[in-house]
């Protein structure tokens, strides 16, 4: 899974400087969130060891630069903030209630 997030975001990362922001959005929302969101049932169960959670995190965080076109070290808080996603992790407790 991680590596066809990760491809799929190379492929927006490729495009972004040819396309608007909001554009670049919609690409994510069609490429990218059916990962997170079809395959939640499958890490669920794997949610228990940290690291797994983390490459989601991190996976997201590369996204949000690539759409925001901000520097790698901008806060991925501010990130996340500025496009109104919530991280995985409070994704996850979501998806226990």
């Known amino acids: 899974m991680c590596q066809k997030v990760s491809s799929a975001i ?8 040819f396309i ?18 079809y395959c939640s ?8 060891y940290p690291s797994n959670n983390y490459k989601l995190q991190k996976l997201q965080n590369r996204a949000a ?4 076109t ?9 990130l996340l903030t500025t496009l109104h996603w919530e991280s ?3 994704t996850e407790s979501l998806n226990d209630v």
């Open 41 to 48: 049932p499958v890490w669920e169960c794997l949610s228990r």
């Open 70 to 78: 901000l520097p790698f070290d901008t806060n991925s808080n501010h």
């Open 10 to 17: 190379g492929a927006l990362k490729r495009v972004r400087p």
């Open 20 to 37: 608007p922001k909001k554009l670049s959005i919609q690409i994510y929302n069609a490429l990218i969130v059916p990962y997170f969101d």
């Open 88 to 90: 995985t992790k409070e």
């Open 65 to 68: 630069r690539v759409i925001t």
